[in-house]
């Protein structure tokens, strides 16, 4: 049976863990996922300023609260053409970057349908700041139910100003903000004729065991042999973890910030969870199209892990799964594996808005742990990495 704190470390560590999400997010400063990054513009191509709705209501279910903020947006009615579609890209859990306005799929349909397209920064991200900092009471303004009600009462607004009262308005959004759409369709039916909801995680749960299940069969395309060396590495990390003699090995192999103090479970499970995630976010974004985005590590996919991992030349099991870490760290400018509980509470304790942790990490912890849940376990009991960023039950 599990500790409170090792329930608490399981929300702390998994709120900001890595599959919903636009943009970079960051556990002791290694990217845990979610990364779908701005691509870069165009050359000679130049991105709408950001424009501001100064009405938006602060609480939208307390009729005696009449406080109102300032929330951004971006507009392109470049294709537009009289009587054409509204396209409302809706913002998630990161700043909304201007450069959607010109570029993805999305602006192709735009061209296609002749629509106006609009984008809305989700309350709480970027620069659509509703308080004045993010201390805990003033976070229980951010859920998705407020999130949802300011598209409605913003595109009151945005009809008025652009004379478009009676134009079809089509929602879009990918990943969480791909749920907002979905759910925006189902509860505001009147306001919207249509909802495009991308990898949308439309049920929310909270242990979301069946992740690393989806992990393990795709590395299994390039064949057995991969999850069993990560298994069998796996199996001797945490044996050596236990060992004096070779916890200074495990320092080294992996280049930990901090030396091992193998009696906190806590730090444990955020060794093996972030060694984890080195696989988890590679077969996320597989052969996408990161690369137009700008991002790092295109170029590592399933078949470069899996590679790695069956090279025996590189030695046993365990360094090769140290080879995997080091190209991570490698790739993403990290000079050591930062690991510890500790130095992640602290970072995620920074309320004001020009800390690291309001790019996003404190607003979707509290939003994931509040709220959704999809907390990626290592509960699937088929899996390679181990069970010890588990579920307490």
């Known amino acids: 049976m599990a500790s409170p704190t090792t329930i608490q470390l399981f929300c702390l560590l998994s709120c900001v863990s890595h599959i919903y999400g636009w943009i970079p997010r960051l556990i002791n400063g290694r990217p845990k996922g979610g990364m779908l990054g701005a691509p870069k513009a165009p050359k000679g191509i ?46 998630g859990e990161g700043p909304a970057d201007a450069i959607w306005m010109v570029e993805g799929t999305w602006i192709q349909y735009a061209q296609q349908f002749g629509a106006i397209c609009v984008m809305l920064e989700h309350r709480y991200y970027g620069e659509s700041h509703p308080v004045p900092d993010l201390s805990l009471s003033n976070l229980r303004y951010l859920n998705s139910r407020q999130a949802l009600a300011d598209l409605a009462q913003f595109i009151d607004f945005f009809r008025m100003r652009m ?34 909801a991308t990898s949308a995680p439309i049920y929310a749960q909270v242990d979301f065991r069946e992740y690393l299940q989806v992990v393990t069969d795709a590395l299994g395309t390039t064949g057995t042999q991969c999850v069993e060396e990560i298994r069998n ?27 091992i103090d193998h009696t906190n479970t806590l730090d444990l499970a955020g060794f093996f969870s ?16 990161r690369a137009f985005e700008g991002a790092l590590g295109t170029n590592i996919t399933i078949d470069t892990l899996c590679e790695i991992m069956t090279d025996f030349t590189r030695g046993d099991p365990v360094q090769r799964y140290a080879d995997v870490n080091s190209l991570t760290l490698k790739t993403y400018g990290q000079t050591c594996l930062d690991y510890t509980y500790t130095k992640m509470i602290a970072d995620m304790k920074k309320t004001d808005w020009n800390s690291s942790a309001s790019e996003g990490g404190r607003q979707w912890m509290y939003q994931t742990c ?23 039950v």
């Open 46 to 91: 130049k991105t709408p300023a950001a424009q501001w709705y100064d009405e938006q209501r602060l609480d939208h279910f307390d009729g005696a609260n009449v406080k109102v903020w300032s929330q951004r947006y971006f507009v392109n009615d470049t294709f537009y053409t009289p009587g054409g579609p509204i396209f409302l890209m809706i913002g």
């Open 163 to 196: 004379k478009l009262l009676n134009n079809k308005l089509i929602t879009f959004g990918g990943s969480y903000p791909g749920s907002l759409s979905a759910w925006f369709r189902s509860k505001y039916p009147q306001y919207v004729d249509g909802a495009d």
């Open 233 to 259: 590495a796996t199996q001797t990390m945490y044996a050596w973890w236990g060992q004096p003699e070779m916890r200074p090995v495990l320092e080294q192999k992996f280049n930990l910030c901090d030396k």
């Open 274 to 289: 972030n060694t984890a995630g080195n696989f988890e976010n590679v077969v996320q974004y597989n052969k996408d199209n």
């Open 370 to 392: 509040a709220e959704f849940g999809w907390f990626q376990s290592s509960d699937y009991a088929n899996q390679p990495f181990g069970d010890w960023f588990y579920f307490p």
